[in-house]
């Protein structure tokens, strides 16, 4: 059996009138993410771990933000793209595990909602998907206020 681990990161700004979308769920904030889709930090960090495993570049290189056509996309539509393609290379995946650094709102309630929208995508149970948020104490960008970081490990075999 061969088998790939991947990583991803992503960070993005905090500001005021943007939707707060994070595992394709529409989170009440004052505050939302800032870019050029839906900004959906989570998902951008796990296709970008899908990606970095599958061996086929980045999520700048798949939907490069020059391209009017991924303006406002949703990052579920992102996923379902990525993960259309590994796919058809025979891959599945064992697992993910992602961490949400962000201060506030709180988000984990939400949470059981991200898995299933990932997991109805990729194929998988909720329980191959570990999502955890923490804030980070209050220093630095996150802590500020200031934006959200987000980071994926993902396990595929084929
Ligand atoms: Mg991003």
């Not at 998902?43 to 406002?72: E, M, R, S, V, Y």
């Not at 995946?93 to 997991?119: R, T």
């Amino acid at each position: 059996m061969n088998i790939r681990i991947g990583q991803g990161i992503d960070v993005h700004q905090l500001v005021p009138g943007r939707k707060l979308i994070l595992g394709g769920v529409d989170i009440p904030s004052e505050v939302g993410l800032l870019g050029h889709s839906d900004a959906d930090v989570l998902l951008h960090a796990i296709i970008d771990a899908l990606l970095g495993a599958a061996g086929l570049g980045d999520i700048g290189q798949q939907f490069p933000n020059t391209d009017k056509t991924w303006k406002d996309a949703s990052s579920l539509d992102l996923l379902a793209r990525v993960w259309g393609t590994i796919q058809t290379k025979g891959w599945r995946v064992i697992n993910i595990d992602a961490s949400v650094l962000l201060e506030a709102p709180k988000i984990g309630k939400f949470i059981p909602e991200m898995k299933v929208k990932i997991a109805n995508i990729l194929g998988i149970s909720v329980d191959c998907i570990g999502i955890k948020a923490t804030t980070s104490e209050g220093l630095g960008y996150v802590g500020r206020g200031e934006g959200a970081l987000a980071q994926a490990v993902v396990l595929m075999s084929c």
